[in-house]
């Protein structure tokens, strides 16, 4: 079956680092997604693993084990406006995306 | 840079009408897809499109729904007898080759 796993909701202070992980199971896997959607708001493209290791993207860093089936979302620096929605999505074959439930960082002050 | 857009951004319909939602796909993109998420839920797949047909569609993509690519800009997704729990936000989205999928800002179906 297929099932992509995140936490719930994380908390964090700004100026703080924070690591959001992911582990999924999948019958096939094809790239790694991570997104950013604001509540009410469409999703917004962060990072794609394809291959094992580290992808860096500024303050945003993104991380991926293929044989463990485990990922995780860096952010440093957080800011305020960091405060959403961060979605894990798989890609099994060519086309279709399984997306997490998604886990909701609130930052504080 | 280019955007996916849609309108319209809220449509409020009766329960067993037929709703059109309308996509526009950056324009040199390849893959078209349409997602929905409904409020407080994940975002789940219900269809892609590539090379003017179908290319996957999930158990929600049943015979109410339907895609087409009318005039090689506008992409559209149609439900034809609405239900209440169709109510949700529908993303389109599209990508050129490789990973990213571009997103639109969503229309916000409601069903009443």
């Known amino acids: 079956g297929q099932n992509i796993d995140q936490p719930t909701e994380m908390t964090a202070t700004e100026g703080a680092i924070v690591q959001i992980n992911c582990t999924y199971q999948?019958?096939?896997?094809?790239?790694l997604f991570w997104y950013q959607q604001h509540a009410g708001e469409a999703p917004t493209f962060l990072s794609y693993?394809?291959l094992d290791g580290l992808e860096e993207k500024g303050r945003f860093s993104s991380f991926l084990s293929r044989s463990k089936g485990y990922s995780y979302l860096l952010l440093k620096e957080l800011q305020m406006k960091d405060s959403a929605s961060y979605l894990c999505?798989?890609?099994?074959?060519?086309?279709?995306?399984?997306w997490g439930a998604g886990t909701k960082l609130i930052i504080k002050p | 840079e280019p955007e996916v857009t849609q309108t319209p951004s809220h449509q409020v319909t009766q329960m067993g009408q037929e709703v059109i939602l309308r996509c526009v796909p950056i324009?040199?993109?390849?893959?078209f897809y349409w997602y929905r998420q409904i409020l407080g839920q994940k975002v789940e797949f219900l269809v892609s499109f590539y090379n003017n047909e179908i290319s996957e569609k999930s158990e929600i993509f049943d015979d109410q729904f339907s895609v087409e690519r009318p005039d090689g800009s506008n992409f559209t997704l149609k439900i034809r007898s609405t239900k209440l729990e169709d109510s949700a936000m529908y993303f389109c989205a599209s990508r050129v080759t490789g990973g990213k999928q571009y997103f639109g800002p969503g229309t916000r179906l409601t069903v009443t």
């Open positions: 324009s040199n993109h390849l893959y």
């Open positions: 999948t019958s096939g896997f094809n790239g």
């Open positions: 693993n394809v």
């Open positions: 999505a798989v890609r099994e074959g060519n086309y279709q995306l399984i």
